[in-house]
């Protein structure tokens, strides 16, 4: 008698089985129609006995009792007419998946919790735990816990769904002004086994007062968001740890939830309708994606085939309406334009793409033959020329930074060399653009000329970059305020002519983000490194106003603003954005 496990070694997850096999034979012929007994400790057996067939086969399986996350090697014994095989098994423990994110939107007494549970690997559902003083402890293997119970350090369950049973809940009857700490877990039943570590957040709680955030928005995932209003009521960004998020102004709610999940935006998102019709994110991805979301309904409308790498920069649109003659001979609609952040610092792609549809159009450096660094910024189409303008990296200053492409072919129509110029181009009053680069200088380029307006460029210092974008002040023509690496924040005026601009102002301010400016209630605002938000006047650069965002202990990023609501949107490097009332109390 022999005995075999195919396969050797499985799961230990309460389901997957082995094929448990004894071989009866007298003088090497097999044997059939014998009742052959199999036993083990440690494992579960689908039969105590099998019968032998013609080839002297007799079959069980063997599976994990209940799931576990250890390894054992139990051993099953196949005996008949006083003979017996012993074969052992490797139940190898499993791991359970972790859910991907965690996110919050905390008000006054009533949280919203939202997760993203895993794609893929052992999950039966998330467990959600709550707790006041600090984040919650991971629950123990092999007790089923459900919604209401309690653990040992004060965490309380406020949620556990199945999977494919939902992906939120409201836990309300909080302390208005508290802060709660979230974690959630995975959990498979057999076993009653969860996840290792959990997705945790703490959901600072907003109060009551007039000067209190109205909510905040909190990921697992650490990072800076880049939110912009959605022209719909909302307030949209690419989500730390995946996806596109669009929430309400008025509380945080999401509006539909996360497309994209399994990718993060890169670049930020441009607000657009498509040929005329309809409200659209299109937004580049960590996987070299190009994406249409429909904002009313969240769904995925296209999305590209895979350009690059990644994308690193926004997309632009070329409108076939506002287009002349010769690009509507070409396009049968709107155009997307879009360029790659690959790995390698010269074989860089720019792209055209149908905006209906996200198929490819054209291409610039297709076979790769001019060196190409990452596309970075806004590109900018020029309607006069069917042209646009891109920006990228120069690979350490040896290759060109600054390219004008057709839009109709996609070729090239010129390049210039300046240095890495990673800031978005800035629209200028006068139809000309304004280029910064990561070595300290500002440059007006006309874009329909090819030349730079100014004898020189403005010089903010060595390797000084402005970060994020230049704003001209449209009601004080040539006014433009930026900010730069050093921490400044600046305010120059052009001369209308060629000489380069004078300086206004210039205002000390540790890790400045890119300005938010209204020029009509004549202030900017712009985070800071010390974890809060300053309002500056824009007649004298004065620090009128600071409000510190949560304990400001976490860098401020760029606000974005809802004229509507009349508050900011504020992102923090901890993952969080906030709602803030403006002008600051």
């Not at 949280?111 to 467990?127: C, D, Q, R």
């Not at 709660?180 to 959901?203: E, I, K, Q, W």
Request: proline share 4%; no cysteine; glycine share 14%.
């Amino acid at each position: 008698m022999s005995l075999t496990a195919s396969p050797a070694s499985i799961p230990a997850d309460g389901a997957t089985t082995t094929t448990m096999t004894a071989t009866v034979t007298d003088g090497g012929s097999p044997l059939s129609g014998i009742t052959v007994s199999f036993s083990t400790s440690g494992a579960t057996l689908s039969a105590a006995s099998a019968v032998s067939n013609a080839s002297g086969q007799a079959t069980v399986t063997l599976r994990a009792t209940t799931a576990s996350k250890s390894t054992t090697t139990p051993s099953v014994t196949a005996s008949y007419g006083g003979q017996s095989a012993l074969r052992s098994v490797t139940l190898t423990g499993i791991t359970i998946a972790e859910p991907t994110e965690l996110n919050t939107v905390s008000g006054s007494g009533t949280n919203l919790v939202y997760w993203t549970p895993p794609s893929a690997g052992y999950s039966n559902g998330v467990l959600v735990l709550r707790r006041s003083g600090g984040t919650p402890q991971v629950p123990s293997d092999g007790t089923a816990l459900n919604v209401g119970d309690s653990l040992a350090d004060g965490s309380r369950v406020v949620a556990k769904l199945a999977a494919g049973g939902g992906t939120s809940v409201t836990d309300s009857g909080l302390t208005a002004g508290a802060t709660y700490y979230d974690r959630a877990f995975s959990y498979f039943t057999s076993g009653s086994l969860y996840s290792a570590a959990g997705a945790s957040v703490d959901a600072p709680g907003t109060g009551t007062g007039a000067n209190q955030p109205r909510w905040v928005y909190t990921s697992s995932t650490a990072g800076m968001a880049d939110p912009t209003v959605d022209g719909m009521g909302g307030v949209l960004w690419g989500g730390m740890g995946g996806g596109v998020v669009d929430t309400t102004t008025t509380d945080g709610t999401r509006v539909w939830t996360p497309p994209l999940n399994t990718k993060t935006v890169t670049g930020g998102a441009v607000l657009t309708d498509i040929n005329g019709a309809g409200w659209y994110a299109i937004v580049g991805t960590s996987s070299g994606t190009v994406a249409a979301i429909d904002l009313n309904s969240g769904a995925v409308t296209w999305e590209s085939p895979v350009l690059g790498t990644t994308i690193g920069s926004r997309v632009t649109v070329q409108y076939r309406s506002a287009s002349d003659a010769t690009f509507q001979a070409q396009f049968t609609g709107d155009l997307v334009i879009v360029g790659t952040k690959n790995s390698s610092a010269t074989n860089n792609k720019v792209y055209g793409l149908d905006a209906a549809t996200g198929t490819v159009q054209w291409t610039f450096n297709n076979s790769g033959a001019t060196a190409v660094d990452v596309v970075t910024g806004w590109p900018q189409v020029v309607y006069e020329t069917n042209r646009v303008i891109v920006t990228t990296k120069s690979n350490g200053g040896t290759q060109a930074s600054l390219w004008a492409l057709s839009t109709i072919t996609g070729s090239l129509v010129q390049s210039w060399s300046y240095g890495d110029i990673t800031m978005g181009l800035g629209g200028a009053s006068n139809g000309t653009l304004y280029v910064g680069t990561t070595s300290g200088k500002l440059y007006e380029f006309d874009q329909t000329s090819l030349a730079m307006a100014w004898t020189g460029p403005y010089d903010t210092g060595t390797n000084n970059g402005i970060v994020g974008w230049v704003w001209e002040d449209w009601d004080q023509r040539g006014r433009l305020y930026f900010s730069t690496s050093d921490g400044h924040v600046w305010a120059l005026q052009t001369s209308g002519g060629s000489a380069p601009p004078s300086l206004v102002w210039k205002t000390t301010l540790a890790g400045a983000s890119a300005p938010l400016v209204l020029e009509s209630n004549g202030v900017l605002y712009v985070g800071g490194s010390d974890g809060k938000i300053h309002e500056l006047r824009l007649s004298d650069g004065v620090d009128q106003k600071q409000s510190t965002v949560g304990g400001g202990t976490s860098a401020v990023g760029s606000p974005t603003w809802d004229s509507t609501s009349g508050w900011l949107y504020a992102p923090t490097a901890n993952g969080k954005i906030w709602a803030i009332p403006a002008p600051l109390p």
